[in-house]
């Protein structure tokens, strides 16, 4: 079976040149600078234990293959499927909870993947995997639920390439409860890893927690992953934080403090925390601010003042 990874960055990279260097059969699909990187030098795989470069097949457009694992943003997420062959099965490997319903609306067979896998990618051609000694946690199952032969052979595939991976019927409420634990993604992002930060955490998930009570939506934790140091490359910070490292001019609290924005107004329960953390933080990419260009009293004083409207 052909793996196709749209995305080879942290997740895609790390997911992709795990089941390389285990003998499956992988191309990456990559863009720009990074697609360059890849396809005359290789990808450069780092963990705790290992650095290795490996020569993955690599492409920039659509190629043959038998499965696609979209790795990419939630906010990127229709553009990168929109070339691919509609028959093709989709499996979102994503955080975010949007991108399978959205797949649905062009893609016949689709699963959730739920992804615990600390890694960085920042650099072209580089990729730094800290979970230790698996890379990750990953849950796999059809969407919007079951679990099937191909659901079955992923998770076997990836737990022989360096993670722990199930098939579960009921994928989304894995993804639910990475979702709340993602929602101190853009606190990150905003505040870098200053003192204060564990409290806006709390609130936000607390927050997120209450609306998918609301919502009647299930949720549960994965499992923790072990982490190492990589000498030379220091971890930094999750995804978001990470978006506004690159610059990239986008970000994914749309799709996370967004989601429970969204359910609050759907099912009547204010989201004061996330709403401000969705705002300041598209704000953030928008503008091509750094990781930590705002003080935990500054963004604390934003939501103490959208609360406060709220509660009127």
């Not at 290795?52 to 499927?81: H, M, R, Y």
């Not at 998930?205 to 990589?230: N, P, S």
Request: with cysteine; net charge neutral.
């Amino acid at each position: 079976m052909r793996y196709i990874i749209i995305g080879a960055g942290a997740i895609g990279g790390t997911i992709g040149g795990r089941l390389h260097q285990s003998g499956h059969d992988v191309v990456l699909i990559a863009r720009g600078a990074h697609y360059e990187a890849l396809r005359t030098t290789g990808l450069r795989l780092v963990t705790p234990d290992v650095d290795e470069t490996v020569k993955v097949p690599v492409a920039d457009g659509p190629v043959d293959g038998d499965v696609l694992i979209v790795a990419t943003k939630s906010q990127d997420t229709l553009a990168a499927l929109d070339p691919w062959p509609r028959h093709l099965p989709v499996v979102c490997a994503q955080n975010g909870v949007a991108n399978e319903r959205m797949a649905s609306r062009r893609f016949e067979h689709v699963y959730g993947m739920c992804v615990y896998l600390p890694a960085l990618h920042l650099e072209p051609g580089l990729v730094a995997a800290y979970g230790t000694p698996l890379s990750g946690a990953l849950y796999v199952g059809r969407y919007p639920q079951g679990v099937d032969d191909l659901s079955e052979t992923i998770a076997a595939d990836l737990s022989k390439s360096a993670f722990a991976a199930q098939a579960v019927a009921e994928v989304m409420p894995w993804k639910y409860g990475k979702l709340l634990s993602n929602l101190g993604n853009a606190v990150e992002a905003l505040c870098g890893r200053a003192p204060g930060i564990n409290e806006l955490f709390g609130q936000a998930r607390a927050e997120g927690a209450a609306v998918l009570a609301a919502a009647g939506l299930a949720h549960q934790g994965g499992e923790q992953v072990a982490t190492g140091d990589i000498e030379g490359i220091e971890r930094g910070g999750g995804s978001s934080w990470q978006s506004l490292a690159k610059g990239s001019g986008s970000i994914e609290a749309d799709y996370l403090n967004g989601e429970i924005t969204l359910l609050g107004r759907l099912h009547g329960v204010p989201t004061p925390v996330n709403e401000v953390l969705q705002r300041e933080a598209v704000r953030a990419a928008r503008e091509r601010r750094r990781p930590g260009s705002m003080t935990v009293r500054q963004l604390s004083s934003l939501i103490a003042e959208r609360s406060s409207a709220v509660s009127r």
